[in-house]
């Protein structure tokens, strides 16, 4: 393999503490995104997004950081399919305050997740 193909496994929590420090400085958000992918393409299709009080899904709805955390999606998506990495079509990104993780998971347990929510 080329240097520059391989797989960087910081990539993710690089791009999500970007996106963190651009929106979430004085935050008190907590709550989570789950995500899937387009089978086809490996692309974005679906996002729920769970808040523990109905004001912090207030406040990130239409907010440019829910724009942009569905963009990152697309491409953090696109960016585990393109190497082959495992669950790459779905997981959960937990929002606590002004922090962001990510962990993809299998399948069945993020669907497990939208039907159990907060």
Same mark, same amino acid.
């Given at each position: 393999m080329? &240097? #520059?193909?391989?797989?960087?496994?910081?990539?993710?929590?690089?791009?999500?503490? !970007?996106?963190?420090?651009?929106?979430? #400085?004085?935050s008190?958000? *907590? #709550?989570?995104?789950?995500?899937?992918?387009? =089978?086809?393409?490996?692309?974005? @299709?679906?996002?729920?997004? !769970?808040?523990?009080? @109905?004001?912090?899904?207030?406040? $990130?709805? #239409?907010?440019d950081?829910?724009?942009?955390?569905?963009?990152? &999606?697309? $491409?953090?998506?696109?960016?585990?399919? !393109?190497? @082959?990495?495992?669950?790459?079509s !779905?997981g *959960? /990104?937990?929002?606590?305050? =002004?922090?962001?993780? /990510?962990?993809?998971? =299998?399948?069945?347990? *993020?669907?497990?997740m939208?039907?159990?929510?907060n």
């Amino acid at each position: 393999m080329e &240097l #520059g193909m391989n797989y960087d496994n910081t990539f993710d929590q690089t791009r999500l503490n !970007q996106l963190a420090s651009q929106h979430l #400085g004085n935050s008190e958000l *907590v #709550g989570r995104v789950l995500f899937f992918a387009s =089978p086809d393409d490996n692309r974005l @299709d679906l996002a729920t997004w !769970q808040f523990e009080s @109905d004001e912090d899904h207030e406040a $990130i709805t #239409g907010s440019d950081f829910k724009f942009e955390m569905m963009e990152l &999606l697309d $491409i953090l998506l696109a960016y585990r399919a !393109q190497h @082959d990495q495992a669950n790459a079509s !779905q997981g *959960v /990104i937990n929002l606590n305050g =002004p922090r962001l993780s /990510i962990e993809w998971l =299998p399948k069945h347990e *993020v669907e497990a997740m939208r039907h159990n929510s907060n």
